[in-house]
T-cell receptor, first 111, second 114 residues
Framework: GQSLEQPSEVTAVEGAIVQINCTYQTSGFYGLSWYQQHDGGAPTFLSYNGLDGLEETGRFSSFLSRSDSYGYLLLQELQMKDSASYFCAVRGGGATNKLIFGTGTLLAVQP | DTGVSQDPRHKITKRGQNVTFRCDPISEHNRLYWYRQTLGQGPEFLTYFQNEAQLEKSRLLSDRFSAERPKGSFSTLEIQRTEQGDSAMYLC????????????FGSGTRLTVV
């Protein structure tokens, strides 16, 4: 089976840096993705790591260590609009390419 | 292209009734997924289509659930004899075959069974 663990909540202040961790257990591994979801909104794709290392996209970076079954999402220069839920997801492999999502981390950015 | 569209946005139904949701994916995306999300949880995979073929169904998808994607374009998800436990947000997503591109999700249909 597959399971992903994330902290349930994180609080940070505007302008700060926050790291959201994700550990996973999968029967096969084909990459780690991150999605953002605002309350009542659709999940939106943020980042993907297929190989070990850091991927940077603007204020967001994502890191993967396959040997540790671990990844994180790093958000820099936090803004109020970053308050949302963040989900890590693993690709299950095979023909379907389906994503298995974690339970999510609710980020609250305070002024 | 305006992204993935889902209809309706909200649906309130009485227990035992049948409901049908529609998803219009991004036109060039050949892969379409249905997920279910309850409060405080991540999306749970329900089923997957590649073009018009339904290639995978989750064990979460009981016999009361059926999905179709005729002609490989829009998709419908039907729930028969709804139960209160079916209350959730039903999300549709589409993607290209390429790895790492990510899914594009629709805004979902929120189902409330009373």
């Amino acid at each position: 089976g597959q399971s992903l663990e994330q902290p349930s909540e994180v609080t940070a202040v505007e302008g700060a840096i926050v790291q959201i961790n994700c550990t996973y257990q999968t029967s096969g591994f084909y990459g780690l993705s991150w999605y953002q979801q605002h309350d009542g909104g659709a999940p939106t794709f943020l980042s993907y790591n297929g190989l070990d290392g850091l991927e940077e996209t603007g204020r967001f970076s994502s890191f993967l260590s396959r040997s540790d079954s671990y990844g994180y999402l790093l958000l820099q220069e936090l803004q109020m609009k970053d308050s949302a839920s963040y989900f890590c997801a693993v690709r299950g492999g095979g023909a379907t390419n389906k994503l298995i999502f974690g339970t999510g981390t609710l980020l609250a950015v305070q002024p | 292209d305006t992204g993935v569209s889902q209809d309706p946005r909200h649906k309130i139904t009485k227990r035992g009734q049948n409901v049908t949701f529609r998803c219009d994916p991004i036109s060039e995306h050949n892969r379409l997924y249905w997920y279910r999300q309850t409060l405080g949880q991540g999306p749970e995979f329900l089923t997957y289509f590649q073009n018009e073929a339904q290639l995978e169904k989750s064990r979460l998808l009981s016999d009361r659930f059926s999905a179709e994607r005729p002609k490989g374009s829009f998709s419908t998800l039907e729930i028969q004899r709804t139960e209160q436990g079916d209350s959730a947000m039903y999300l549709c997503a589409s993607s290209l075959s390429a790895v790492g591109r990510g899914y594009t999700f629709g805004s979902g249909t929120r189902l409330t069974v009373v």
